[in-house]
């Protein structure tokens, strides 16, 4: 071989060589530039885990924590609620007092001869009246004239204590339409003579009715109080 041709030959084959070194060297480092990436996926996806798992953990504690303070607001109501039941004997006697007191101040206290008037109903007291009213023994008596000069029945029997309730209703409510006709038609006035305080619950008024002709009638009449209301407890017809 010519010295020209070995020195081609050389030549060819020393590029050759150094364009595969280049290629090896080029795939090497896209293989590790693959190897990097891949281990750079695999910290973000490992980073996405965590951060996922910590949003829970704060969404976890936020529950704790609300059920905490929903706990704590749930002890405070039992303890305020125990102490209300602590002091309800004492409030129920405190209003028992003042109950006693204010029915005291409302009038005379016994059914002695001469005792002085309280209070006196007429036709015309009667039609000024708004309604049924059983907040004191007084307004009870005023309600009961009341539902005999209208004639209403369910009102007239609201004046009575449950007992007496149910014996009118077995014997009385067909009779009542016509016997309050008549009693109205006889009906001048009525006084609240006295008053006598049994208890705290109970009283006794003595009433002066007076009909037509000058025609009079005294009454004892023992009203108590049931379901907060002041209710008449005997029969008055």
Request: proline letters at 3%; charged letters at 30%; aromatic letters at 6%.
């Amino acid at each position: 071989m010519k010295p020209s041709l070995r020195i081609i030959s050389v030549a060819f084959l020393a590029a050759a060589v150094c364009s595969a070194l280049v290629q090896h060297s080029a795939l090497s480092n896209v293989h590790q530039e693959n190897h990097k990436l891949r281990g750079e996926s695999e910290e973000v996806q490992r980073l996405a885990r965590e951060n996922a798992e910590i949003e829970r953990l704060r969404a976890e504690n936020a529950e704790i924590e609300k059920l905490r303070l929903e706990t704590r607001d749930l002890h405070k109501l039992r303890n305020e609620v125990h102490q209300l039941r602590e002091q309800k004997p004492e409030f129920d006697k405190v209003r028992a007092l003042n109950e006693r007191l204010r029915t005291l101040r409302t009038g005379a206290t016994g059914l002695a001869a001469g005792a002085q008037p309280v209070d006196r109903i007429t036709k015309e007291t009667l039609s000024a009246l708004a309604g049924p009213d059983f907040s004191s023994p007084e307004a009870t008596v005023r309600t009961y004239f009341q539902a005999i000069r209208t004639g209403n029945w369910n009102e007239f029997r609201n004046c009575f204590s449950p007992e007496i309730r149910q014996a009118m209703d077995a014997q009385f409510e067909e009779q009542f339409p016509e016997s309050a006709k008549q009693m109205s038609a006889r009906f001048q006035s009525a006084r609240i003579a006295a008053k006598r305080v049994v208890s705290a619950d109970k009283v006794e008024l003595g009433l002066e009715v007076v009909l037509e002709e000058d025609a009079s009638s005294k009454l004892t009449v023992p009203i108590k109080r049931s379901g907060g209301e002041w209710k008449i407890d005997a029969k008055l017809f």
